[in-house]
C-alpha cells in the first residue's frame, strides 16, 4: 500500500491556521515529489504547493506568504503548515507521491474549512 494518507483538516475562522500532514509510504528514497492540491466545490484540482527530494519548493500565487511545505524525512511525511487562511481556501486537500519508477498515488483528502 503506498497510498499517502492526510491528516489535520478541519473548521477555522478566516485569519486562522492549521497544518496538514501527509505520511508517505512504499519505497519513499524514490519519490520525485510530493505535492499538496486543493479542491474546492464544483471545480477542479489545482496545484497549492510542492516539494522536491531535493527540497525545492513551489507555491501557487494564491498561497505565497501565507502556507509553507515542508517535510521531515524521518518521518516519511510532508506537511503545509497554512496561516491567514480565506474562505476562498476552503476545499478538499489531497496529497500527492510520484514516484520516480511508477505512477503517482493520491491520498483520499482532508476537508478544510474556512469560515467568514
Known amino acids: 500500500q503506498v497510498q499517502p494518507v492526510e491528516s489535520g483538516g478541519g473548521s477555522v475562522p478566516a485569519g486562522g491556521s492549521l497544518r496538514l500532514s501527509c505520511a508517505a509510504s512504499?519505497?519513499?528514497?524514490?519519490?520525485?515529489?510530493m505535492g499538496w492540491y486543493r479542491q474546492g466545490s464544483g471545480q477542479e484540482r489545482d496545484l497549492v504547493a510542492q516539494?522536491?527530494?531535493?527540497?525545492?519548493?513551489y507555491y501557487d500565487d494564491s498561497v505565497k506568504g501565507r502556507f509553507t511545505i515542508s517535510k521531515d524525512p524521518a518521518k516519511n511525511t510532508v506537511y503545509l503548515q497554512m496561516t491567514s487562511l480565506q474562505p476562498e481556501d476552503t476545499g478538499v486537500y489531497y496529497c500527492?507521491?510520484?514516484?520516480?519508477?511508477?505512477?503517482?498515488?493520491w491520498g483520499k483528502g482532508t476537508l478544510v474549512m474556512v469560515s467568514h
Open positions: 516539494i522536491t527530494a531535493g527540497g525545492d519548493t
Open positions: 512504499g519505497d519513499i528514497f524514490s519519490i520525485n515529489f
Open positions: 500527492i507521491a510520484d514516484y520516480r519508477y511508477g505512477p503517482s498515488y
